[in-house]
C-alpha cells in the first residue's frame, strides 16, 4: 500500500519508511482487535475506529499538508468507488 501511494504523494524513502511502519502497527492492533472482539460487535468496531482515528493522527505528522491533503483526497475518492460498488446488485 505504501509503495503504490509513495508515488501519488511524492513520498522521500525515510517518510515512506515510517509510513510503512505506522500501517504495519495499525494493522497488527486490527488484529488483534479482531480476535478479541470477534464476538462483540459494538465494541470491535468502537476499537477499530480508535485504531484508524490514531493512524489518522499519526499520518498528521509524518506528510507535509499538501501530502496529507492529496492522501486524504486519495481516501475519499477509494471509499467512493468501495461504496459504489457495494450497492450494486
Known amino acids: 500500500m505504501t509503495r503504490q501511494l ?5 513520498l522521500d524513502e525515510a517518510r515512506q519508511m ?4 505506522a500501517l504495519v502497527e495499525r494493522l497488527e492492533q486490527e488484529a488483534e482487535v479482531d480476535k ?3 464476538g462483540d460487535n459494538t465494541v470491535h468496531a ?4 480508535e485504531i484508524r482515528n490514531g493512524y489518522d493522527v499519526r499520518l498528521q ?3 507535509t ?3 496529507l ?5 486519495l481516501s475519499a475518492n477509494n ?3 468501495t461504496a459504489s460498488a457495494s450497492q450494486r446488485p
Do not use: F, T
Open 18 to 21: 515510517k509510513i510503512r511502519k
Open 69 to 73: 491533503q492529496r492522501y486524504q483526497q
Open 6 to 10: 509513495a508515488p501519488q504523494l511524492g
Open 46 to 49: 468502537s476499537k477499530i475506529q
Open 61 to 63: 505528522e509524518l506528510l
Open 36 to 38: 478479541m472482539y470477534a
Open 79 to 81: 471509499s467512493d468507488r
Open 65 to 67: 499538508p499538501a501530502q
